[in-house]
């Protein structure tokens, strides 16, 4: 079993609506929690932090934890083309950064 | 830019030579790790340093890598005799104490030919 896993996809939804991307990690100790978008060639990107149970959000993401299910979720409402990128799981254990293999997202105008 | 730096940008070399990359990480941040990607693949962990001091090193890390921060400010990563499976693009990520967030450089692509 992976520690930190995502389905690869890709997803695809149309403008406007809502993506929702899954990650579920193995180890139970683990304390907080990252998403991060990565466009095509470039270095990844903190968009969202998340350190207990329940949903935070910031602008179009919210992000969601469940420490008892070890799943952690991304809504992106109002899609556009520009959230068209890798996004990965990130946890933290031990004090290093996990990820998992990332969802590729596209947004279909 | 206070942002993590990261030199070179691009790197092609012979099968059997040595390379060395170059972390800057944002000024005050402690931590500093060294992460590899591949395509499709999310980044895999190599090691990190907590100052001047290499905490962890993965075990999947051959012995040729080897990684140093001397003053506990700009890193380094060195690739003795380059494999083509080293190919992928380096990653170096820095985050402040105590805040577990990590802040990406803009990478290194390694392609041995």
């Known amino acids: 079993q992976k520690e930190v896993e995502q389905n690869s996809g890709p997803l695809s939804v149309p403008e406007g609506a809502i993506a929702s991307l899954n990650c579920t990690y193995s180890?139970?100790?683990?304390?907080?929690f990252f998403w991060y978008r990565q466009y095509s060639g470039k270095s990844p990107e903190l968009i969202m932090s998340?350190?207990?149970?329940g949903d935070k959000e910031d602008g179009r993401f919210t992000a969601q934890l469940n420490k008892a299910s070890q799943y952690v979720s991304l809504l992106i409402r109002d899609s556009q083309p520009s959230d068209s990128a890798t996004y990965l799981c990130?946890?933290?254990?031990?004090?290093?950064?996990?990820f998992g293999q990332g969802t590729e997202l596209s947004v279909k105008p | 830019d206070t942002g993590v730096s990261q030199n070179p940008r691009h790197k092609i070399t012979k099968r059997g030579q040595n390379v060395t990359f170059r972390c800057d990480p944002i000024?005050?941040?402690?931590?500093l790790y060294w992460y590899r990607q591949t395509l499709g693949q999310g980044p895999e962990f190599l090691t990190y340093?907590?100052?001047?001091?290499?905490?962890?090193k993965s075990r999947l890390l051959s012995d040729r890598f080897s990684a140093e921060r001397p003053k506990g400010s700009f890193s380094t990563l060195e690739i003795q005799r380059t494999e083509q499976g080293d190919s992928a693009m380096y990653l170096c990520?820095?985050?402040?104490?105590?805040?577990?967030?990590?802040?990406f450089g803009q990478g290194t692509r390694l392609t041995v030919v």
């Open positions: 990520a820095s985050t402040p104490e105590p805040g577990p967030e990590a802040f």
């Open positions: 180890d139970r100790g683990s304390q907080s």
């Open positions: 998340i350190y207990s149970n």
């Open positions: 990130a946890v933290n254990q031990g004090g290093k950064l996990i």
């Open positions: 000024s005050e941040h402690n931590r």
């Open positions: 340093f907590q100052n001047e001091a290499q905490l962890e």
